[in-house]
């Protein structure tokens, strides 16, 4: 199974940026799309960004377009997000999840890999 490792989240003031990183190991051949979900404490896990592993589609939740951008490094097999702008109600914890047969991308039981997350704070 790919493992997925999640680094870069903090504390950061309202309007500020933080960049994410997800680093994939394993049988990450065949993985077809990766993504960033989050989750909040109350609420249920949601889609933030994701990337088909071609180029061939891109995802953004309407609560984050133009904010956040996904990007991909083949080469370091790594995703990352990064995050301008931030308001406190994008405080949560950010997961990397990856699939080898994801249709709908903003589907959480689309993906078999995830990783443990890493929390991001953004206070006002």
């Known amino acids: 199974q790919v493992r997925l490792m999640e680094s870069g989240g903090g504390s950061v003031q309202a309007g500020g940026a933080l960049r994410l990183s997800c680093a994939a190991s394993g049988p990450t051949r065949g993985v077809n799309c990766m993504a960033w979900f989050r989750q909040a404490p109350g609420k ?3 889609a933030v960004a994701a990337r088909y592993v071609d180029g061939s589609q891109l995802y953004y939740a309407d609560a984050v377009k ?3 951008t996904i990007s991909q490094d083949n080469a370091e097999n790594t995703i990352y997000l990064q995050m301008s702008s931030l308001k ?5 914890m950010y997961y990397c999840a ?10 959480a039981q689309e993906y078999s890999s995830w990783g443990r997350g890493t929390q991001v704070t953004v206070f006002s």
């Open 44 to 46: 249920e896990r949601e």
């Open 66 to 68: 133009g904010r956040f």
């Open 88 to 92: 406190p109600e994008d405080t949560a």
């Open 98 to 107: 990856a699939g080898r047969y994801v249709a709908a991308a903003d589907m």
